[in-house]
């Protein structure tokens, strides 16, 4: 718990992968102007349990011109894997003023994979120049799995770009719900999207039901294309 990397004054860090918070609370990682972070091709994972502890208020920060965190495969906030049911929920990714971050595989934002409860994780994209490249894969904000994912948001917002997506999905049932996930371009953020964008979709198999119940999309003063 509470611990800090930093990546700063035009410093360069090459890792492979990286788990910001398993198991844990209030864990930072920050990547700030002229400064760049390679995960080599590795997924980036913020707020994770891996067994009977809850991960929260993790964050990373992605601030400044020049700020990259490149060559991501995944990203995943707030993620509940392989275990019994604990919960990961207040984790959050912030870009802003200048920062990018590049990725190539599923961007999650509130997975719910297994038995446990995802909620209130965040993805925020905002300010000019602020990028989220997601390199033609699909995002989903609010992934139900064997847990339910509630309350989950990307926030893209004051001229932030997310751009290269896939698909789409705001409020994606598995084995359990999705309730109130929420994609918000808002102040001159904008979403652009090469596929189908499913605003609440719902889970059939072997004769059960679950369902996506009240995932929003709010376009104030944003745009998607």
Known sequence: DFNSFFVTN????????????????SNTAVVSANSTWNLGGGNITVGSSGGGTDPYDNVLVI???????????????????????????SNMVIISSGGSLYSSGAGLIGDGQNQ??????????????????????????????????????LIVEEGGVVTNVGLMYVGKAGARDVITNILLLTNGGTLFSTGDVFIG?????????NNAYNNLAYIVGGAYG
Do not use: C, E, K
């Not at 965190?69 to 392989?82: E, F, K, L, Q, Y």
């Not at 979709?201 to 039901?209: A, D, F, K, L, W």
């Open 63 to 89: 601030a400044g011109a020049g700020a990259v965190v490149t060559n991501v495969s995944g990203v995943r906030i707030g993620r509940r894997p392989a275990g019994g049911g604990t919960t990961a929920y």
């Open 10 to 25: 035009g410093g360069y860090v090459h890792s492979f992968a990286a788990d910001i918070g398993v198991m844990g609370r």
């Open 116 to 153: 446990g409860t995802s909620y209130s994780n965040a993805m925020l994209v905002s300010g000019a120049q602020s990028v989220w490249n997601a390199g033609g894969a699909t995002i989903t904000v609010g992934s139900g799995g064997q847990g339910p994912a509630s309350n989950n948001w």
């Open 201 to 209: 979709r719902g889970y059939v198999s072997g004769g059960t039901s």
